[in-house]
């Protein structure tokens, strides 16, 4: 892992459980991160979600995104544009991106470049 | 008349079903298993190895559907495959004329017989939506050109049950704007929460956009009941509805009453469009739910045999 890489697990690793998927999208999501989801949902809970809010992978876990839509409108300080933002439809993952420091990635605008083909809900 | 067309103008409720999980045996033995939907549903979900348990391929059976003249509709999950093999499978089944595509996250590798598998999720639902719509618009993922464009109809699933209630019309909406038309509901024993689902997705002015399916389960009896509530994740089933089949002097009858009284609620609700049947009981109970729903008419799905010799 590279220095700013190495940083940023140290930061986020113990507070978030940040896998490092290269591209975070912690903002949006009630700062909880979506990549600790045992199926890596990056846009809101599965159907599998367990009457008492339990995961379907993991019962004894709270369902990380019922935690996230929780936070995402209960966190002090967030801002009301990140809040808004919960419902916003995210982009697949780029997979090369693993690793590598998200905030770097954010610099370098790497963390938002999509396929050409991604072009949700848009007609011919 | 296609399942698009009925999504379209909405002439009548719909009706889909499910082809039961296929294994061995060969086309005769597929075709005795779906016989009981021939002509009484306007279109069959293919499934994708359901509750994560390996059978005959949702392509295969999409394409055998077609061949004995019924309308499939190809379940797609994000479990197993990344995107290139989704977007392959979708492609490969539009060459079959394969039309109709469900995307669904899907259940987890842990739900099936063979949980040490490794689990894919490359995409997640909404963005398998949006990925199957950009085939539909003559583009894969990577931009690269589909020409002509397949033609296909666009699909999606929620859970209208599961936590958190307040968010999942929204994230019904979520894969409507990504290019969903239809939405198969998950299994819903309660009619307050469906009801207040419908009417969010009223007000997200969804409903018009996409043709809300609430799924009805023709289960066997009160021992299936319990067993949906303990087993499968995302499904309650309430003390007071398990108890009212367990008591029931006939368990049997009293589920398929269960379901016929669902159904008659769900497609009383403004904004849905018809219904999608789930049927564990295999005793003509399809058949007997669509006549007892006045459903049973006007259905211009030709015999299956003179429509399997056309299309092979």
Known sequence: ?124 | VSLRDLCETRRRPILTGEAPAFDTGGMDAFAAGIAELVGVVDAVNATDSPAAHAHASNVSVAIALRQLGVEPILQVVCRDKNRIALQADVVGAALHGVENVCCLTGDDVTAGDEPESRRVFDLDGPQLVAVVDGLAQGRYLSGRKLDPPPRLFVGAVENASAPPLDHRAERAAKKVAAGARFLQLQICFHPDRLETFVRELERLDVTSRAAVLPTIVLASGAKALTFMDRKVAGIDVPAATVARVTEASDDREAAYQLALEQARHALALPGVAGIHLTDFRHDGSVARLAADLGLDNDKETAPHAHRASLSI
Not at chain 1, 8 to 36: S, Y
Not at chain 1, 62 to 91: D, I, M, N, Q, Y
């Open chain 1, 1 to 124: 892992m590279k220095p700013v890489a190495l940083i940023e697990h140290a930061v986020k690793g113990p507070v978030f459980g940040c896998r490092m998927c290269g591209q975070c999208v912690l903002h949006d999501t009630g700062m909880t991160c979506p990549m600790t989801c045992p199926k890596t949902l990056r846009n809101g809970p599965c159907g599998g979600v367990r009457e008492d809010g339990g995961c379907e992978v993991v019962p004894e876990m709270e369902c990380v995104w019922l935690k996230a839509e929780r936070r995402s409108r209960t966190l002090p300080l967030l801002p009301s544009s990140w809040r808004a933002h919960f419902g916003t439809l995210r982009p697949p993952v780029d997979n090369r991106l693993q690793g590598d420091s998200s905030w770097v990635n954010f610099v370098r605008g790497k963390d938002r470049a999509t396929p050409d083909g991604w072009l949700p809900g848009e007609r011919a």
